[in-house]
């Protein structure tokens, strides 16, 4: 089968032979990608994919600049940009949701995320605190503030741009007490790099994030780009999400 796949190339993207091109949220890429190789694999249907955080994409598809037929978004994102009509209301399906998890460096101490009181001592006791920017890092950072804690953990809060920006960080690190915050999908795509997944965060203060597909209105290749978000949400489509890990 042909696939491109992408991670923040920049704005002068553009799709060659009728590509069906998907601008993802990096969370589920896993279950995008595996979706995208089984639709279009019988027939070597030409597709693009490029993963970016979801700020990102909200702000490519709301200025124009997103160049895809496939959005891939939180759904509050999805709802503000099929409001303004850039995405298409009745295209739009929930594809699943994924879990916000605790991720170390392989070798270092393990928080203890069996309750909120323990982890918070966790957090005070950490070396560094380690998230992202994107919508997921946002609630760590909301988190953090709730708690009461956000003065005392300042210093040691380093913010990257995205999932994979976490995992990289944490595998360079060399402090024993550092803690990251990431996508448990993304997490566990990425253990080969030297982390490893902790858990999810406990109970009371944990996120789950639901995503959702639709049709860009500026799409160039309507047809096979709702074909494919139809594949997406069919009952095909959602159990090769729930085997990537989004539920």
């Known amino acids: 089968m042909t696939g491109v796949f992408m991670q923040n190339k920049g704005l002068d993207y553009m799709s060659e032979n009728g590509s069906v091109r998907i601008l993802s949220a990096g969370a589920p890429k896993t279950g995008v990608r595996l979706c995208a190789e089984a639709f279009f694999g019988k ?3 030409p597709f693009e994919i490029e993963f970016a955080t979801a700020p990102v994409i909200k702000e490519r598809v709301t200025t124009g600049a997103a160049n895809a037929d496939v959005i891939v978004l939180p759904v509050p994102a999805m709802q503000g940009v099929a409001g303004e ?10 594809i699943g949701s994924v879990t916000a998890g605790v991720v170390v460096r392989n070798g270092a101490s393990d928080p ?3 309750s909120v009181e323990a982890f918070v001592a966790a957090m005070l006791a950490a070396d560094r605190l380690v998230f992202n920017s994107a919508s997921s890092g946002q609630y760590i950072a909301d988190m953090i503030d709730r708690l009461g ?18 995992m990289e960080f944490l595998a360079a690190d060399t402090a024993d007490r550092t803690i990251g915050f990431c ?10 790099l030297g982390v490893h997944l902790v858990g999810p965060l406990p109970e009371a203060i944990g996120k789950v994030t639901t995503y959702a597909v639709g049709l860009s209105a500026s799409a160039d290749n309507q047809r096979d780009a ?5 594949f997406m949400a069919s009952a095909d489509g959602k159990r090769i999400f729930v085997d990537s890990g989004v539920v």
């Open 149 to 166: 804690i956000a003065d005392q953990v300042a210093d040691k809060i380093a913010r990257v741009a995205t999932g994979r920006a976490v």
């Open 43 to 45: 027939s070597d249907h």
């Open 112 to 114: 203890d995320v069996t």
């Open 226 to 230: 709702l074909s494919l978000i139809e």
């Open 85 to 94: 009509g850039l995405v298409l209301a009745d295209t739009v399906s929930q």
């Open 183 to 192: 996508q448990i999908t993304e997490i566990k795509l990425l253990e080969h």
